[in-house]
T-cell receptor, first 116, second 116 residues
Framework: AQSVTQLDSHVSVSEGTPVLLRCNYS??????LFWYVQHPNKGLQLLLK??????LVKGINGFEAEFKKSETSFHLTKPSAHMSDAAEYFC??????????????FGTGTRLKVLA | KAGVTQTPRYLIKTRGQQVTLSCSPI?????VSWYQQTPGQGLQFLFE???????NKGNFPGRFSGRQFSNSRSEMNVSTLELGDSALYLC???????????????FGQGTRLTVV
């Protein structure tokens, strides 16, 4: 079975400093991986996705993630944090089911706090 | 283009009652998935519908059920509510979510259900 592990439940950074949110995955085949963001009382918004094309994926709002097969990682980064980045971030892997279809498996989330 | 719409946004129900939640997907999307989000269990897959058929179901008791109408709108029903059913219920729509592993899902803002 596929799974994702978000290594930090909380991350605090100062505004203007880099952001690193860590995600490791487990998959028996080449996975599809996603990062979603959830602001308070909001639904989830897709930041970026990896589907076996370029290993460095650029997303919205200046975020990017690098797929590293050797490390089974898909860490999310941003060069300079903004106050509006404060939210919860979810790493997601797409799991293939016996029916041949897929479903999302979510990590436990990382809450990002941005300090002024 | 309108996003995924979930109604109502907030609900308070008494233990033992039943509740129906509604989800209207993005126009043209035929797949609707439901997730339960709680602080303790995170985001867990409930079920997925495509063209009025339930294609996959998560590990939830039979009290949780759903359906999809010909216009792709979906409803989720929970009968005999328990305190532990208090959660944010999120609906996600996609063109054909489970046929391709890289397909992205678009989430609604969720329905916050509180069982007292």
């Amino acid at each position: 079975a596929q799974s994702v592990t978000q290594l930090d439940s909380h991350v605090s950074v100062s505004e203007g400093t880099p952001v690193l949110l860590r995600c490791n995955y487990s998959s028996s085949y080449s996975p599809s991986l996603f990062w979603y963001v959830q602001h308070p009382n909001k639904g989830l918004q897709l930041l970026l996705k990896y589907t076996s094309a370029a290993t460095l994926v650029k997303g919205i709002n200046g975020f990017e993630a690098e797929f590293k097969k050797s490390e089974t990682s898909f860490h999310l980064t941003k060069p300079s944090a903004h106050m509006s980045d404060a939210a919860e971030y979810f790493c997601v892997v797409s799991e293939r089911l016996t029916s041949g279809t897929y479903k999302y498996i979510f990590g436990t989330g990382t809450r990002l706090k941005v300090l002024a | 283009k309108a996003g995924v719409t979930q109604t109502p946004r907030y609900l308070i129900k008494t233990r033992g009652q039943q509740v129906t939640l509604s989800c209207s997907p993005i126009s043209g999307h035929r797949s609707v998935s439901w997730y339960q989000q709680t602080p303790g269990q995170g985001l867990q897959f409930l079920f997925e519908y495509f063209s009025e058929t339930q294609r996959n179901k998560g590990n939830f008791p039979g009290r949780f059920s759903g359906r999809q109408f010909s216009n792709s709108r979906s409803e989720m029903n929970v009968s005999t509510l328990e305190l532990g059913d208090s959660a944010l219920y999120l609906c996600a729509s996609s063109l054909d979510f489970l046929r391709a592993r890289g397909t992205e899902a678009f989430f609604g803002q969720g329905t916050r259900l509180t069982v007292v």
